[in-house]
Protein backbone atom coordinates (compact mmCIF):
# COMPACT_ATOMS: atom_id res chain seq x y z
CA UNK A 1 0.00 0.00 0.00
CA UNK A 2 1.21 3.22 -0.69
CA UNK A 3 0.13 6.33 1.01
CA UNK A 4 0.68 9.52 -1.10
CA UNK A 5 0.08 12.32 1.96
CA UNK A 6 -0.67 12.95 5.77
CA UNK A 7 -3.36 14.96 7.11
CA UNK A 8 -3.41 16.28 10.52
CA UNK A 9 -7.16 16.42 12.10
CA UNK A 10 -7.92 19.23 14.55
CA UNK A 11 -10.08 20.82 16.43
CA UNK A 12 -9.14 24.89 14.92
CA UNK A 13 -9.89 28.26 15.92
CA UNK A 14 -10.89 31.62 15.39
CA UNK A 15 -8.10 34.07 13.08
CA UNK A 16 -9.98 37.17 14.33
CA UNK A 17 -12.62 38.96 15.74
CA UNK A 18 -15.24 38.23 13.27
CA UNK A 19 -14.37 34.54 13.17
CA UNK A 20 -15.63 34.33 16.68
CA UNK A 21 -19.35 33.83 17.17
CA UNK A 22 -19.30 31.79 13.45
CA UNK A 23 -16.36 29.45 14.94
CA UNK A 24 -18.66 29.29 18.14
CA UNK A 25 -21.64 28.59 16.38
CA UNK A 26 -20.11 25.64 14.69
CA UNK A 27 -18.15 23.99 17.76
CA UNK A 28 -21.19 24.10 20.06
CA UNK A 29 -24.02 22.91 17.41
CA UNK A 30 -26.14 20.48 18.34
CA UNK A 31 -25.09 20.63 22.10
CA UNK A 32 -27.76 22.35 24.92
CA UNK A 33 -25.34 25.06 25.64
CA UNK A 34 -26.98 28.52 27.36
CA UNK A 35 -26.46 32.15 25.14
CA UNK A 36 -25.36 33.27 28.22
CA UNK A 37 -22.47 30.55 28.69
CA UNK A 38 -21.94 31.20 24.55
CA UNK A 39 -21.03 34.56 25.13
CA UNK A 40 -18.76 34.38 28.30
CA UNK A 41 -17.01 31.76 26.15
CA UNK A 42 -17.14 34.17 23.14
CA UNK A 43 -15.47 37.20 25.81
CA UNK A 44 -12.27 34.78 26.61
CA UNK A 45 -11.50 35.06 22.67
CA UNK A 46 -12.26 38.32 22.62
CA UNK A 47 -9.84 38.75 25.42
CA UNK A 48 -6.61 37.97 23.30
CA UNK A 49 -8.30 39.67 19.80
CA UNK A 50 -10.32 37.12 18.42
CA UNK A 51 -6.87 35.07 17.68
CA UNK A 52 -6.26 31.19 18.56
CA UNK A 53 -2.97 30.41 18.58
CA UNK A 54 -4.28 26.30 17.80
CA UNK A 55 -3.88 27.37 14.06
CA UNK A 56 -0.03 28.80 13.32
CA UNK A 57 0.86 25.44 15.92
CA UNK A 58 -0.78 22.88 13.74
CA UNK A 59 0.46 24.62 10.40
CA UNK A 60 4.17 24.49 12.53
CA UNK A 61 2.96 21.37 13.31
CA UNK A 62 2.57 19.95 10.21
CA UNK A 63 5.74 22.01 8.60
CA UNK A 64 7.45 20.18 11.14
CA UNK A 65 6.22 16.48 10.40
CA UNK A 66 6.80 17.01 6.81
CA UNK A 67 10.27 17.88 7.22
CA UNK A 68 11.29 14.83 9.33
CA UNK A 69 9.52 12.84 6.99
CA UNK A 70 11.66 13.91 4.24
CA UNK A 71 14.57 13.44 6.72
CA UNK A 72 13.39 9.99 6.75
CA UNK A 73 13.44 9.18 3.47
CA UNK A 74 9.70 9.06 2.80
CA UNK A 75 8.57 12.69 1.49
CA UNK A 76 4.99 12.74 1.97
CA UNK A 77 3.50 16.58 1.65
CA UNK A 78 1.31 17.27 4.90
CA UNK A 79 -1.87 18.84 4.94
CA UNK A 80 -3.90 20.06 7.98
CA UNK A 81 -8.02 19.82 8.13
CA UNK A 82 -9.96 21.60 10.69
CA UNK A 83 -13.03 20.38 12.49
CA UNK A 84 -14.32 23.59 13.47
CA UNK A 85 -12.40 26.93 11.77
CA UNK A 86 -10.56 27.13 8.04
CA UNK A 87 -9.20 24.91 6.86
CA UNK A 88 -12.09 23.14 7.50
CA UNK A 89 -11.54 19.85 6.57
CA UNK A 90 -13.61 20.27 3.54
CA UNK A 91 -11.63 22.48 2.07
CA UNK A 92 -8.63 20.46 3.03
CA UNK A 93 -10.41 17.26 0.79
CA UNK A 94 -10.72 19.28 -1.64
CA UNK A 95 -6.87 20.85 -1.97
CA UNK A 96 -5.66 17.61 -1.58
CA UNK A 97 -8.16 15.74 -4.62
CA UNK A 98 -6.91 18.60 -7.10
CA UNK A 99 -2.83 18.29 -6.21
CA UNK A 100 -3.45 13.90 -6.91
CA UNK A 101 -4.02 12.83 -3.49
CA UNK A 102 -5.98 9.29 -2.90
CA UNK A 103 -4.43 7.66 0.48
CA UNK A 104 -3.06 9.56 3.20
CA UNK A 105 -2.59 9.14 6.43
CA UNK A 106 -4.77 10.73 9.27
CA UNK A 107 -3.40 11.83 12.39
CA UNK A 108 -5.53 12.98 14.88
CA UNK A 109 -4.51 16.23 16.92
CA UNK A 110 -5.72 14.59 20.62
CA UNK A 111 -3.50 12.00 22.49
CA UNK A 112 -6.69 10.42 24.25
CA UNK A 113 -10.11 8.67 22.99
CA UNK A 114 -13.50 10.10 23.90
CA UNK A 115 -16.36 10.78 21.07
CA UNK A 116 -15.61 14.28 21.03
CA UNK A 117 -11.80 13.43 20.81
CA UNK A 118 -11.71 11.17 18.54
CA UNK A 119 -14.88 9.69 17.24
CA UNK A 120 -16.43 12.63 16.03
CA UNK A 121 -13.12 14.12 14.19
CA UNK A 122 -13.75 10.44 12.27
CA UNK A 123 -17.37 11.22 11.44
CA UNK A 124 -16.24 14.74 10.01
CA UNK A 125 -13.65 13.09 7.85
CA UNK A 126 -16.22 10.81 6.78
CA UNK A 127 -18.90 13.75 6.38
CA UNK A 128 -15.94 15.39 4.32
CA UNK A 129 -15.36 12.41 2.10
CA UNK A 130 -18.95 12.35 1.26
CA UNK A 131 -18.55 16.41 0.11
CA UNK A 132 -15.72 15.75 -2.20
CA UNK A 133 -17.58 12.63 -3.46
CA UNK A 134 -20.56 14.71 -4.59
CA UNK A 135 -18.58 17.79 -5.80
CA UNK A 136 -15.97 16.00 -7.34
CA UNK A 137 -17.04 12.26 -8.29
CA UNK A 138 -13.70 10.93 -6.45
CA UNK A 139 -12.03 9.97 -3.28
CA UNK A 140 -9.41 10.18 -0.75
CA UNK A 141 -9.18 7.01 1.61
CA UNK A 142 -8.03 8.16 5.02
CA UNK A 143 -5.89 5.49 7.35
CA UNK A 144 -5.86 6.59 10.85
CA UNK A 145 -2.38 6.42 12.72
CA UNK A 146 -1.94 4.68 15.90
CA UNK A 147 -2.74 5.99 19.62
CA UNK A 148 0.05 7.83 20.88
CA UNK A 149 -1.32 8.95 24.54
CA UNK A 150 1.43 6.67 26.16
CA UNK A 151 4.21 7.25 23.04
CA UNK A 152 7.86 7.92 24.99
CA UNK A 153 8.46 11.09 23.72
CA UNK A 154 5.21 12.15 23.97
CA UNK A 155 6.31 11.77 27.52
CA UNK A 156 9.04 13.17 27.48
CA UNK A 157 8.36 15.99 25.93
CA UNK A 158 5.57 16.77 28.66
CA UNK A 159 8.27 15.66 31.38
CA UNK A 160 10.85 18.41 30.72
CA UNK A 161 8.21 21.14 29.97
CA UNK A 162 7.09 20.24 33.66
CA UNK A 163 10.77 20.28 34.93
CA UNK A 164 11.33 23.55 33.14
CA UNK A 165 8.20 25.14 34.68
CA UNK A 166 9.35 24.00 38.09
CA UNK A 167 11.91 25.76 37.48
CA UNK A 168 10.15 29.20 37.74
CA UNK A 169 8.28 28.39 41.10
CA UNK A 170 10.14 30.07 44.48
CA UNK A 171 13.14 27.56 45.37
CA UNK A 172 10.99 27.31 49.14
CA UNK A 173 8.21 25.70 47.60
CA UNK A 174 9.45 24.01 44.25
CA UNK A 175 10.08 20.72 45.92
CA UNK A 176 7.10 19.92 47.08
CA UNK A 177 5.02 21.69 44.36
CA UNK A 178 1.78 18.79 43.15
CA UNK A 179 1.87 17.88 39.46
CA UNK A 180 -1.43 18.66 38.32
CA UNK A 181 -2.28 17.51 35.32
CA UNK A 182 -5.46 19.37 33.13
CA UNK A 183 -7.19 17.48 30.64
CA UNK A 184 -10.67 18.91 29.17
CA UNK A 185 -14.08 17.99 31.04
CA UNK A 186 -16.53 15.49 28.94
CA UNK A 187 -20.06 14.68 30.02
CA UNK A 188 -20.12 11.43 31.95
CA UNK A 189 -21.55 8.76 30.43
CA UNK A 190 -19.25 10.03 27.17
CA UNK A 191 -16.23 9.38 29.33
CA UNK A 192 -18.01 6.15 30.51
CA UNK A 193 -18.27 4.92 26.76
CA UNK A 194 -14.64 5.21 26.14
CA UNK A 195 -10.87 5.39 27.73
CA UNK A 196 -10.31 8.62 27.89
CA UNK A 197 -10.08 9.20 31.70
CA UNK A 198 -8.07 5.31 31.52
CA UNK A 199 -5.58 6.77 29.10
CA UNK A 200 -5.34 10.30 30.69
CA UNK A 201 -4.38 8.63 33.50
CA UNK A 202 -1.92 6.22 32.30
CA UNK A 203 -0.34 9.65 30.45
CA UNK A 204 -0.29 11.12 33.46
CA UNK A 205 1.15 8.01 35.45
CA UNK A 206 4.04 8.06 32.62
CA UNK A 207 5.08 11.81 32.86
CA UNK A 208 5.62 12.24 36.29
CA UNK A 209 7.25 8.80 36.30
CA UNK A 210 9.63 10.35 33.91
CA UNK A 211 9.31 14.27 35.55
CA UNK A 212 10.16 11.97 39.24
CA UNK A 213 7.33 13.34 40.68
CA UNK A 214 5.10 11.18 43.27
CA UNK A 215 2.69 14.01 43.95
CA UNK A 216 0.63 13.98 41.04
CA UNK A 217 -3.59 14.70 40.41
CA UNK A 218 -5.50 14.49 37.39
CA UNK A 219 -7.97 17.17 36.95
CA UNK A 220 -10.55 18.90 34.39
CA UNK A 221 -11.54 21.82 32.41
CA UNK A 222 -13.25 23.71 30.23
CA UNK A 223 -16.68 22.35 30.33
CA UNK A 224 -19.24 23.57 28.39
CA UNK A 225 -22.30 21.76 29.52
CA UNK A 226 -25.39 22.62 31.45
CA UNK A 227 -24.68 22.74 35.31
CA UNK A 228 -27.19 20.01 35.94
CA UNK A 229 -25.08 17.69 33.19
CA UNK A 230 -22.81 15.26 35.07
CA UNK A 231 -19.16 15.71 33.45
CA UNK A 232 -15.84 14.57 34.63
CA UNK A 233 -14.33 16.22 37.16
CA UNK A 234 -12.98 17.71 39.39
CA UNK A 235 -12.72 21.53 37.89
CA UNK A 236 -9.21 22.60 38.16
CA UNK A 237 -10.16 25.66 40.28
CA UNK A 238 -12.28 24.22 42.39
CA UNK A 239 -9.58 21.59 42.96
CA UNK A 240 -7.06 24.19 44.19
CA UNK A 241 -9.34 26.26 46.17
CA UNK A 242 -9.99 22.72 48.15
CA UNK A 243 -5.96 21.42 48.32
CA UNK A 244 -4.99 25.26 49.32
CA UNK A 245 -7.27 24.72 52.28
CA UNK A 246 -5.69 21.57 53.11
CA UNK A 247 -2.50 22.54 53.34
CA UNK A 248 -0.66 22.56 49.40
CA UNK A 249 1.67 25.20 48.98
CA UNK A 250 2.18 24.89 44.86
CA UNK A 251 1.14 23.54 41.99
CA UNK A 252 2.60 22.61 38.45
CA UNK A 253 -0.23 23.06 35.69
CA UNK A 254 0.35 21.00 32.70
CA UNK A 255 -2.37 20.62 30.42
CA UNK A 256 -1.57 17.28 29.33
CA UNK A 257 -4.82 16.97 27.24
CA UNK A 258 -4.34 19.52 24.40
CA UNK A 259 -1.49 19.71 22.06
CA UNK A 260 -1.56 23.48 21.77
CA UNK A 261 -1.73 26.66 23.72
CA UNK A 262 -5.13 27.40 22.52
CA UNK A 263 -7.89 29.61 24.17
CA UNK A 264 -8.80 26.95 26.33
CA UNK A 265 -5.09 26.85 27.86
CA UNK A 266 -4.45 30.73 28.02
CA UNK A 267 -7.52 31.58 29.26
CA UNK A 268 -9.20 28.96 31.57
CA UNK A 269 -5.66 28.02 33.29
CA UNK A 270 -3.34 31.35 32.96
CA UNK A 271 -6.03 33.71 33.35
CA UNK A 272 -8.61 32.10 35.05
CA UNK A 273 -7.03 29.30 37.55
CA UNK A 274 -3.98 32.00 37.80
CA UNK A 275 -5.91 34.23 39.05
CA UNK A 276 -7.70 31.69 41.92
CA UNK A 277 -3.97 30.82 42.48
CA UNK A 278 -3.05 34.30 43.46
CA UNK A 279 -6.66 34.97 45.83
CA UNK A 280 -5.83 31.67 47.53
CA UNK A 281 -1.98 32.71 48.29
CA UNK A 282 -0.65 28.91 46.06
CA UNK A 283 1.99 29.24 44.23
CA UNK A 284 1.41 27.95 40.74
CA UNK A 285 2.75 27.78 37.09
CA UNK A 286 2.09 26.11 34.34
CA UNK A 287 3.98 23.76 31.78
CA UNK A 288 3.34 24.46 28.15
CA UNK A 289 1.71 22.27 26.04
CA UNK A 290 3.62 20.11 23.78
CA UNK A 291 3.09 22.96 20.82
CA UNK A 292 5.99 22.49 18.07
CA UNK A 293 8.64 21.49 20.22
CA UNK A 294 11.23 19.50 18.60
CA UNK A 295 10.18 15.99 20.31
CA UNK A 296 6.60 16.22 19.84
CA UNK A 297 7.42 16.68 15.94
CA UNK A 298 9.56 13.65 16.32
CA UNK A 299 6.89 11.74 18.05
CA UNK A 300 4.09 12.20 15.24
CA UNK A 301 7.16 11.14 12.42
CA UNK A 302 7.69 7.86 14.04
CA UNK A 303 3.56 7.62 14.77
CA UNK A 304 3.37 8.07 10.86
CA UNK A 305 6.39 6.20 10.03
CA UNK A 306 4.98 3.25 11.80
CA UNK A 307 1.89 3.61 10.26
CA UNK A 308 3.55 3.43 6.40
CA UNK A 309 5.77 0.10 7.40
CA UNK A 310 2.88 -1.54 9.10
CA UNK A 311 1.16 -1.38 5.62
CA UNK A 312 3.35 -1.66 3.32
CA UNK A 313 2.76 -5.47 2.17
CA UNK A 314 -1.61 -4.91 2.66
CA UNK A 315 -4.37 -2.60 2.52
CA UNK A 316 -5.26 -1.01 6.33
CA UNK A 317 -8.94 -2.76 6.49
CA UNK A 318 -9.63 -2.27 9.96
CA UNK A 319 -8.93 1.37 10.52
CA UNK A 320 -9.84 2.96 7.19
CA UNK A 321 -12.44 5.71 7.45
CA UNK A 322 -15.49 5.44 5.16
Known sequence: MQFDGVLIVAFGGPRGPADIRPFLERVLRGRRVTPERIEEVARHYE?????SPITELTLRQARGLEERLAAAGRPLPVYV????????????????HAAGLRHVIGFIAAPHHSYSSCQQYRENVAEARRELRTAAGGDIEVTYAGSWFDHPLFVEVNARHVLAARERLPARVAGGARLVFTA???????????RYREQLRESARLVAERAG?????VVYQSRSGRPEDPWLEPDVCAYLRAERARGLEAAILCPIGFVCDHIEVVYDLDREAAEVGREIGLAMVRADAVNDDPLFLDMMADVVLHTIRRYEDGRPLPIVST
Not at 184 to 194: F, G, Q, R
Not at 213 to 217: K, Y
Open 213 to 217: MGDWA
Open 81 to 96: GMRNWHPLLAETFTEM
Open 184 to 194: HSVPLPMAEAS
Open 47 to 51: LFGGV
